[in-house]
């Protein structure tokens, strides 16, 4: 079955403990971006890749950091967690050409 | 960049009602999708909608990029289509950022 594949589903952590959220497609798909969704605020992208080796910021990157080794995973890591990053996050892939967008179920990160 | 508004923000229907959301755009754009969240907070992606009409089963979508909206359409309710839907369209250029609405709340009541 084609998906986005996000671990863990919930988290909860104290500040400043680095977590991973792991994401991982078997699409075969070029892109792949993470997003953050808050209430009030939508959803906001924090980090995009095009491809293999190529990542960029979003428009809410602060504390976060990604990398792209291998085409299938995405993982978003946080290194020193604090309390405004508990959110519901969005790991979503994509083909470089036209087509839509499938998103991962989420994971719901609790910061105290 | 894009603005994407949806209309109405909240609907409460009773079960077997049918209705229509919308989604307008500010610019052409690409890509155009209908996502249902449901209360458990995933993303379901209902409709991949550039332009044209696509149904699935009750449920069926337009675009008119022409004129820079999108319908939802949900016929025979039922409790289970409860939750939020939004729209969301691709930013181009670099970034393939998807802008999404704001949602509109649907209940579907027994």
């Known amino acids: 079955e084609a998906q986005v594949t996000q671990n863990p589903r919930y988290l909860i952590t104290v500040t400043g403990k680095k977590l991973t959220v792991t994401c991982s497609q078997n699409?075969?798909?070029?892109?792949m971006s993470w997003y953050r969704q808050d209430p009030g605020l939508g959803l906001r992208q924090i980090y995009y890749?095009?491809?293999?080796?190529?990542?960029d910021k979003g428009d809410v990157p602060e504390g976060y950091k990604v990398s792209r080794k291998e085409k299938r995973n995405f993982p978003l890591i946080l290194e020193s967690p604090s309390p405004n990053q508990t959110s519901l996050y969005f790991c979503?892939?994509?083909?470089?050409?036209?087509?839509?967008?499938?998103f991962g179920s989420g994971t719901r990160l609790t910061v105290v | 960049g894009i603005q994407v508004e949806q209309s109405p923000p909240d609907l409460i229907l009773q079960e077997g009602a049918n209705s229509t959301l919308r989604c307008n755009f500010s610019?052409?754009?690409?890509?155009l999708q209908w996502f249902h969240q449901n209360p458990w907070g995933q993303l379901i992606n209902l409709f991949y909608?550039?332009?044209g009409t696509k149904q699935n089963g009750r449920l069926s979508a337009t675009t008119v990029a022409t004129e820079r909206y999108s319908l939802l359409y949900i016929s025979s309710s039922q409790t289970t289509d409860s939750g939020v839907y939004f729209c969301?369209?691709?930013?181009?250029?670099?970034?393939?950022?998807?802008?999404f609405g704001t949602g509109t709340l649907l209940a579907v009541q027994p």
């Open positions: 909608i550039p332009s």
């Open positions: 890749s095009m491809n293999v080796e190529v990542t």
């Open positions: 969301a369209a691709l930013y181009g250029g670099a970034t393939n950022k998807l802008i």
């Open positions: 699409m075969n798909h070029e892109y």
């Open positions: 979503a892939s994509s083909l470089s050409g036209p087509g839509g967008y499938t």
């Open positions: 610019d052409s754009v690409n890509n």
